[in-house]
């Protein structure tokens, strides 16, 4: 059974940072991706970073690539996503997920098998 819990989304103006925080509670596997992904009105769900537990590794999408950092965080089993230096087209609804195996692909939506309730990240110019 898996619990995903976001928090940390909010209002921002644009070249400002939020930072998102997902805290996962996962009796097995031990290792496994947790991502982070967004929505736009209208839009199919893309991936926007992701991070494994079991050797650290990490995958951003090109549009935040030197902008959003996806981290451990401070708690246990807890990613968080430091946005920086947002822009208006950055306003989405943001999903945290978790997937056993990524199967290759750490930002696609289809490998992931948990999800969060989501959480809306605004931007205004």
């Known amino acids: 059974q898996v619990h995903l819990a976001e928090s940390g989304g909010g209002s921002v103006q644009a070249g400002g940072s939020l930072r998102l925080s997902c805290a996962a509670t996962i009796y097995t596997p031990n290792t496994y991706w947790l991502g982070w992904f967004r929505q736009f009105p209208g839009k199919e769900r893309e991936g926007v970073a992701s991070f494994y537990t079991g050797d650290g590794r990490t995958a951003y999408a090109d549009s935040v690539k030197g902008r959003f950092v996806i981290s451990p965080d401070n708690a246990e089993n807890t990613v968080a996503l430091q946005m920086n230096d947002l822009k208006p087209e950055d306003t989405a609804m943001y999903y945290c997920?978790?997937?056993?195996?990524?199967?290759?692909?750490?930002?696609?939506?289809?490998?992931?098998?948990?999800w969060g309730q989501g959480i809306q990240v605004t931007v205004s110019s």
């Open positions: 997920a978790a997937a056993a195996s990524a199967w290759g692909r750490p930002l696609a939506p289809s490998v992931y098998t948990s």
